[in-house]
């Protein structure tokens, strides 16, 4: 039995209908080092997880009088969204499976009988994504804080306009000077660029028709596309909490000159089809051999399932592309699910 200790007591919730499961749960995760509740119907998990949080994991069976786990997965989605929830069945359905990964609700599945001394992995697995997300929610919090600063900031610039105006005809002054040197700097600039393109062809690797850069990029040679070789989830080791991060990372990569360029930009549907293999030859950030994903060999594993596009449907609503069955789906730009990610593109003529 794996005894290794946390050093936060985080609260793990296993629910399921079957005395002895609880019995085995609480005193082997409890010997483990975690806080552990147990209770024997999902009604019961609402209140405790409503009331008594904050539950890091949530562990439940999906079959139950009264409420099956699937809608005691989206309560809890709503109650507590940083929750990471993992589903036990004995049942494998395919397509309930398929549709729970969709929407986010479950970040695992763990087939029953339960071996709970097996699953101790899956559970500090789920205990460092729960620390991911409560980052990301402080991260937010955070921002909503700055922008509240900024709006009271932008009211005060409004009285520093009439003296800006008198710098005006010193900045003409600096604007002559300015373009002379950036004259001279262009043609260096220009320069620099050959030479270290020409490096990157000297170190490349060929897959295909794709070729890998070791500055983090891989060129389609077909549709005359580069493509970051790492997502969102790898680069920032967390997922973006909505499609308006995901849209405003590529400002923040071009800021970076990541891979020395600044025209990274959200994909298109049609693009993420570009890349698409069929062979289904990577696995996500879970590694779950089960739901490989169709990246293609350019790229690297550990990745999200779901990519952000740039397509919007409405106000609320944009389109990402599902790697693990090569199709293209709709949702909230509010969704939040560990599933998601983006990966950056620029066009190369």
Not at 48 to 66: E, H, K, Q, S, Y
Not at 88 to 98: F, K, N, P, S, V
Not at 161 to 190: D, E, H, N, Y
Not at 248 to 255: E, V
């Amino acid at each position: 039995m794996d005894t290794t200790q946390v050093k936060t007591k985080h609260k793990i919730l296993v629910v399921d209908d079957e005395k002895k499961v609880l019995i085995v749960a609480r005193k082997i995760l409890r010997s483990a080092g975690y806080d552990v509740e147990v209770c024997l119907g999902p009604e019961e998990a609402v209140e405790i997880v409503a009331n008594r949080g904050p539950v890091a994991v949530l562990f439940t069976d999906d079959r139950m009088p009264g409420m099956r786990g699937t809608e005691l997965l989206e309560q809890v989605k709503r109650l507590s969204p940083s929750t990471v929830r993992v589903l036990t069945t004995a049942y494998y359905d395919q397509q309930l499976i398929e549709a729970i990964v969709n929407k986010g609700e479950a970040f695992r599945f763990v087939k029953k009988p339960i071996d709970f001394n097996k699953v101790l992995k899956v559970i500090r697995e789920c205990v460092e994504q729960y620390e991911l997300n409560k980052k990301s929610e402080d991260f937010q919090n955070s921002i909503k804080n700055l922008t509240q600063a900024n709006q009271i900031l932008t009211r005060d610039s409004e009285g520093l306009t009439q003296s800006i105006r008198s710098l005006k005809k010193k900045i003409v002054l600096v604007t002559v000077v300015a373009v002379l040197i950036f004259t001279a700097a262009v043609g260096f600039s220009l320069f620099s660029e050959f030479q270290r393109q020409e490096r990157l062809k000297e170190t490349s690797v060929t897959f295909g028709d794709w070729m890998v850069y070791d500055n983090g990029t891989a060129l389609d040679s077909v549709n005359r596309r580069m493509w970051m070789t790492q997502d969102f989830r790898i680069i920032e080791r967390r997922y973006p909490a909505r499609w308006e991060e995901a849209r405003d990372w590529a400002q923040l990569m071009n800021a970076k000159r990541f891979g020395g360029y600044r025209d990274w930009r959200v994909p298109t549907i049609e693009e993420y089809k570009m890349t698409f293999d069929p062979d289904l030859t990577r696995l996500a950030f879970d590694k779950n051999k089960d739901y490989p994903v169709g990246y293609p060999k350019a790229f690297q594993d550990g990745g999200g399932y779901g990519f952000w596009s740039n397509e919007e449907m409405g106000d609320h609503s944009a389109k990402y592309f599902f790697f693990a069955g090569g199709y293209d789906k709709t949702e909230f730009k509010e969704y939040h699910s560990p599933t998601m990610s983006v990966r950056l593109v620029r066009t190369v003529k």
